[in-house]
């Protein structure tokens, strides 16, 4: 029976604030290439691993959570696409592409098999991008645009972290959709690719404005009809400020208020009653049911060529740790993946 | 033609934080006892006004908000009940009651007659109660318990300022929809109100907690979910971290933020990711074409027993500075209101 060693990278303690390269270290292990007979598992190679900001969640000991938090020295979990070695299970066999929660080490023996997605592998689609495009991110985006924001053809639409992984779709199905779209991100490179490779209207680097609200009124003098909102912190605070009658917040994620403890909360949110604001977090796992359409939708879109997409590969599963940090202080610019191997 | 003596609340300064007595003084002028020919105006004789937390906007020196500042010098604006002494308007007659916008004074010439409503004087509705149960504060709670709310039956229910004179409506209501309701209020008899005699299944004193978290955990160990905010501040940060998945928060006013400036802002916001939280502010006034199902539902309570109303009635025209400024501090016990003449 063929045993590999099995390079892993492990969490090496809980954090509290943001994740550093630190806190987590590389492992090595043996794992035997195949499926235990009776266990119904999938025993498969990692080829694409993802670095999502909800991952800093389970990075905490924090157990009431809608995940769990990681286990310590074991190799952390996340989404990724992979390759079958071996398959316990009638529904996958060996060659098999799949994307679904796997472990960040080279091998991986899946028992729950039910959360994991066969992936027809497709020329004009990088394998890949089933971690961003087509994958949790691209769904969220999909899901958070058209089931929580209610758009309208015509409408002004903001988005923050705006060429990151969720971001970028935003920007673009707002487009798609006929609406003024208007994306902050935190360096010129990133506004770059916003207005010339993403589409959207207009794009500026917050960390150049001294004044948000300021900023905001610039870019929209008439208000904002709709802000998907992926940091929180002081860019709400703003936005808040400059929301239309009747706006909508879909708020995706927090990263400011989640690792640095901001001692000033959110100071404006008195707004959302003169305003009628309806502001509201979602999680994409409560609509799976649409999984289906949204990746016909985006697919077909991507192939004509309506849609692009911006990753930042890293190559190596060594440079994970590094890679995964580097998330919360912008350092990747687009869809952050580690390529562990091509196939 | 009658000329008469009329006393007036005039607004002495716009404000900047919480309203003061002083900022209010009394005026007096005369007036015609005559709607002016070819006006369709109204001369009414106020008998009962209305004080309510939304007027604090308009003595502020800011013209950005849904409704204008009042006047300087001129009589405050709000609701009232008023008789028609005279009437140049084919839709009213002497002797008819009127609820709607009038001045803080004795007598007032109304141009605005489409904001008017009738009312069908009914021995067993107090004339009053069209500022409250069956007024703007009532239709609030009405359209936020069941446009905004989404309630169903058997869900846990939290209303903040529980006994005034939104909250009061609104955990009966939640209570005939079969939900069980906790209120918070400013004291040990707000607090016995609400127990005793609007039947919230419990209540605490909010000022009695030095742990509002630890509070809500105590009344609520399964979590809520419907918080109906009146108040924002430190109780709508506690409640969010109290909230169940998919809660929906219903934004009514925001007391605390709008009158002292918190350097503390909103904190736990963040949770509405996780939570799936919805937040969502209203006006009343977007929603006035249910007000005839309202009236009907609630009148229809009223008279059967199983809707109750408590009003805090000042008698004369100079008390409404003092009684008006309470409301900031939460003197008043239920609806305030000022009893300018009975007839």
Same mark, same amino acid.
């Given at each position: 029976?063929?045993? @590999?060693?099995?390079?892993?990278?492990?969490?090496?303690?809980?954090?509290?604030?943001?994740?550093?390269?630190?806190?987590? @270290?590389?492992?090595?292990?043996?794992?035997?290439?195949?499926?235990?007979?009776?266990?119904?598992?999938?025993?498969?190679?990692?080829?694409?691993?993802?670095?999502?900001?909800?991952?800093?969640?389970?990075?905490?000991?924090?157990?009431?959570?809608?995940?769990?938090?990681?286990?310590?020295?074991?190799? =952390?979990?996340?989404?990724?696409?992979?390759?079958? !070695?071996?398959?316990?299970?009638?529904?996958?066999?060996?060659?098999?592409?799949?994307?679904?929660?796997?472990?960040?080490?080279?091998?991986?023996? =899946?028992?729950?098999?039910?959360?994991?997605?066969?992936?027809?592998?497709?020329?004009?689609?990088?394998?890949?991008?089933?971690?961003?495009?087509?994958?949790?991110?691209?769904?969220?985006?999909?899901?958070?645009?058209?089931?929580?924001?209610?758009?309208?053809?015509?409408?002004?639409?903001?988005?923050?972290?705006?060429?990151?992984?969720?971001?970028?779709? !935003?920007?673009?199905?707002?487009?798609?959709?006929?609406?003024?779209?208007?994306?902050?991100?935190?360096?010129?490179?990133?506004?770059?690719?916003?207005?010339?490779?993403?589409?959207?209207?207009? @794009?500026?680097?917050?960390?150049?404005?001294?004044?948000?609200? @300021?900023?905001?009124?610039?870019?929209?003098?008439?208000?904002?009809?709709?802000?998907?909102?992926?940091?929180?912190?002081?860019?709400?605070?703003?936005?808040?400020?400059?929301?239309?009658?009747?706006?909508?917040?879909?708020?995706?994620?927090?990263?400011?208020?989640?690792? =640095?403890?901001?001692?000033?909360?959110?100071?404006?949110?008195?707004?959302? !009653?003169?305003?009628?604001?309806?502001?509201?977090?979602?999680?994409?796992?409560?609509?799976?049911?649409?999984?289906?359409?949204?990746?016909?939708?985006?697919?077909?879109?991507?192939?004509?060529?309506?849609?692009?997409?911006?990753?930042?590969?890293?190559?190596?599963?060594?440079?994970?740790?590094?890679?995964?940090?580097?998330?919360?202080?912008?350092?990747?610019?687009?869809?952050?993946? =580690?390529? !562990?191997?091509?196939?």
């Amino acid at each position: 029976m063929a045993t @590999a060693e099995n390079k892993q990278v492990v969490l090496q303690r809980y954090i509290e604030e943001a994740p550093r390269e630190t806190d987590m @270290a590389m492992g090595r292990g043996k794992i035997e290439l195949k499926a235990p007979k009776g266990s119904a598992a999938l025993l498969v190679k990692n080829l694409y691993l993802s670095c999502d900001p909800y991952m800093r969640g389970r990075m905490r000991d924090f157990h009431g959570s809608y995940i769990p938090p990681f286990v310590l020295s074991q190799p =952390i979990e996340g989404f990724g696409v992979a390759k079958v !070695v071996d398959s316990d299970n009638p529904d996958f066999k060996a060659g098999d592409f799949i994307s679904g929660l796997t472990g960040w080490e080279e091998y991986s023996l =899946i028992r729950s098999t039910w959360q994991l997605r066969k992936i027809q592998p497709d020329d004009s689609v990088p394998l890949s991008y089933h971690l961003g495009l087509l994958g949790m991110p691209g769904f969220t985006a999909y899901i958070g645009f058209y089931e929580i924001c209610s758009p309208k053809k015509g409408e002004y639409v903001f988005v923050s972290a705006a060429s990151g992984a969720v971001g970028q779709l !935003v920007g673009q199905l707002a487009k798609l959709h006929g609406c003024y779209v208007v994306g902050s991100a935190g360096s010129s490179q990133k506004v770059d690719l916003l207005k010339n490779k993403l589409g959207f209207d207009e @794009a500026f680097n917050y960390k150049e404005e001294t004044d948000l609200d @300021a900023a905001l009124k610039r870019y929209f003098p008439e208000g904002i009809d709709i802000y998907f909102d992926n940091v929180g912190g002081a860019i709400l605070d703003a936005a808040l400020l400059n929301m239309r009658i009747h706006g909508r917040i879909a708020v995706c994620g927090m990263v400011s208020l989640h690792s =640095i403890s901001d001692p000033k909360g959110i100071q404006n949110l008195y707004c959302v !009653v003169p305003k009628r604001i309806r502001m509201q977090g979602f999680l994409q796992s409560d609509y799976l049911d649409k999984f289906p359409q949204f990746l016909e939708h985006v697919t077909e879109n991507f192939k004509q060529g309506k849609i692009v997409y911006i990753e930042d590969m890293n190559e190596g599963l060594e440079t994970a740790p590094a890679a995964f940090a580097g998330l919360f202080s912008g350092k990747n610019v687009g869809k952050q993946v =580690i390529c !562990v191997a091509r196939d």
